[in-house]
């Protein structure tokens, strides 16, 4: 059934191209400029710079500020506290990328692992700010309480899981002799970039992509204007909101939706987070039900900021 669900999807997907190559024209390029644009330039020196300190071990060094509180509040190794300030500074998928580079060169445990990537992987701030409150929103007044739920949420849902979490493992940082220490520092440069630009075009053909099925979605033949909103927004976060934030509803009722999305992230941004750490169904069902609790409790505070705005 999978497989005939997939299939049909290409179709669809070839006959939209086939069909609308001027639509679909426009489409793949805002993905391609997307990605060029707002991704390239943010992510890949972060991605190239955080394999080299994870894989050099100077994590310590870089998160040992905050690794105190991190530890006190969740229970965190020092390098999961490492994974938690990059995941929450540069958003996903390089939440979900930390994790597993760090899961990979044995710093973290595997418990670990899945309880960080069930929190850290969300909207950067940067996109949240710029994109999603001034652009979209456009009401600098909402910021403050924009950004307290979006990172509010996955706060409270680790507070949720950190109890089962320390039962089963106590986090500490373990003990790396991996042999990419051995290599020359030349070497271990020249990876770390190739890792990088691998990832970085994976994730440009996941927006590529799916800034194509959005586009599929604009031209079928649906009256609901909501429903497709909320389908674009599904499937691709920055023209979903940009969908839901160029339509004629009230006010709260964009507002509300714009962030209880913006806490799932959609589907692309699920995509992208497995292409970066593949997980085990096990890791992945966990994953998903922390992002629906995310979801759920970003609802629940939305609706009651909504009620004064």
Excluded at 63 to 75: C, K, Q, R, S
Excluded at 300 to 309: H, K, N, R, T, V
């Amino acid at each position: 059934m999978k497989r005939i669900l997939f299939s049909l999807g290409l179709l669809a997907l070839l006959t939209f191209l086939l069909l609308s190559p001027q639509t679909a024209l426009q489409c793949a390029r805002n993905g391609l400029a997307l990605w060029y644009q707002n991704l390239v330039p943010v992510l890949l020196p972060f991605m190239i710079l955080s394999n080299l300190m994870i894989r050099l071990n100077l994590v310590a060094a870089i998160a040992g500020i905050v690794h105190p509180v991190l530890h006190l509040v969740f229970g965190t190794s020092i390098h999961g506290s490492y994974a938690i300030l990059s995941g929450f500074l540069f958003g996903c998928p390089m939440g979900a990328k930390v994790v597993h580079d760090l899961l990979e060169e044995q710093s973290i445990c595997q418990e670990e692992a899945e309880y960080l990537i069930s929190f850290v992987n969300n909207l950067s701030p940067a996109f949240v700010i710029t994109y999603l409150v001034q652009e979209s929103l456009q009401s600098p007044a909402l910021l403050g309480p924009t950004l307290a739920i979006l990172y509010g949420a996955p706060l409270i849902s680790a507070l949720i899981f950190a109890p089962k979490y320390r039962k089963k493992a106590a986090f500490v940082s373990r003990k790396k002799n991996k042999a990419s220490k051995a290599l020359p520092q030349l070497e271990l440069v020249d990876a770390c970039i190739s890792n990088g630009i691998v990832t970085i075009a994976q994730l440009g053909g996941y927006i590529l992509l799916f800034s194509l099925i959005t586009g599929m979605l604009q031209v079928l033949p649906l009256k609901n204007k909501l429903l497709l909103c909320l389908l674009g927004s599904l499937t691709e976060i920055t023209n979903g909101i940009r969908m839901l934030s160029q339509c004629s509803f009230p006010f709260p009722l964009r507002y509300l939706c714009l962030i209880c999305l913006s806490a799932f992230g959609g589907f692309c941004a699920l995509m992208q987070t497995l292409s970066v750490f593949p997980m085990k169904k096990q890791t992945l069902r966990h994953y998903l039900v922390s992002k629906g609790i995310i979801f759920f409790i970003a609802l629940f505070f939305s609706l009651i900021f909504c009620q004064s705005l």
